[in-house]
Nanobody
Framework: VQLVESGGGLVQPGDSLRLSCVAS????????IVWFRQAPGKEREFVSC????????DYADSVNGRFTVVRDNAKNTSYLQMNNLKPDDTAVYYC???????????????????WGKGTLVTVSS
């Protein structure tokens, strides 16, 4: 099983980025997808999740209204669209997969079955 994130980079405040998480060697549709991030010197934190049923999504308060998570089961891919980026969004972003019920949208790391290696997002002027 492999999860590979991409799309990170250096951007200015107010810019947008779209992160991708491509899964392989797994039945993608059976997993909830969770995005976490870890800023320098801080613990990893929840960002967003999308349940197996794609309309069921959740966001951390800090990104709600700016970030949008989607999944494309045909492409085994989840996307995290990040708009109006702020310096506090600077972090390594990880996607994770958890076997879950159809409606379940995890917010914690405890049930994660698979992790990606992360992609760095730097927001700086």
């Amino acid at each position: 099983v492999q999860l590979v994130e991409s799309g990170g980079g250096l951007v200015q405040p107010g810019d947008s980025l779209r992160l991708s998480c491509v899964a392989s060697a797994m039945t993608f549709k059976n997993y909830a997808i969770v995005w976490f991030r870890q800023a320098p010197g801080k613990e990893r934190e929840f960002v967003s999740c999308v349940a197996r049923v794609a309309h069921n999504r959740d966001y951390a308060d800090s990104v709600n209204g700016r970030f949008t998570v989607v999944r494309d089961n045909a492409k085994n891919t989840s996307y995290l669209q990040m708009n109006n980026l702020k310096p506090d969004d600077t972090a390594v972003y990880y996607c994770a997969a958890e076997v879950a019920g159809r409606e379940y949208c995890p917010r914690s790391e405890g049930g994660v079955d698979h992790w990606g290696k992360g992609t760095l997002v730097t927001v700086s002027s």
